[in-house]
Nanobody, 116 residues
Framework: QVQLVESGGGLVQAGGSLRLSCAAS????????RAWYRQAPGKERELVAA???????KYADSVKGRFTISRDNARNTVYLQMNSLKLNDTAVYSC??????????WGQGTQVTVSS
């Protein structure tokens, strides 16, 4: 089992920045993909960014050039640096790790609210 805990969410003004963290513990082996998702009120959950073993990071079109996903293997942590935040970036952000065997692990989510 893998446990994921997100942190770093909060209230920020439009144009500002936040860095989210997703710290993992437990049986952290055979992880293929580390990703960030978000879900805004009344909307479906969407993939924001992902790092897959052996591949370059992928981003949703809406965040390209503004968000950066990175990982610190020594700390078993994945980050999402969010710059130039917009009102429509407001959502609950959750991290998901997926193993090579299809197991999916989710964090509890962290609220990001962008104000005008």
């Amino acid at each position: 089992q893998v446990q994921l805990v997100e942190s770093g969410g909060g209230l920020v003004q439009a144009g500002g920045s936040l860095r989210l963290s997703c710290a993992a513990s437990g049986s952290i082996f055979n992880i293929r993909t580390r990703a960030w998702y978000r879900q805004a009120p009344g909307k479906e959950r969407e993939l924001v960014a992902a790092i897959t073993s052996g591949d370059s990071p992928k981003y949703a079109d809406s965040v390209k050039g503004r968000f950066t996903i990175s990982r610190d293997n020594a700390r078993n942590t994945v980050y999402l640096q969010m710059n130039s935040l917009k009102l429509n970036d407001t959502a609950v952000y959750s991290c998901q790790w997926a193993s090579f065997f299809g197991d999916l692990y989710w964090g509890q989510g962290t609220q990001v609210t962008v104000s005008s």
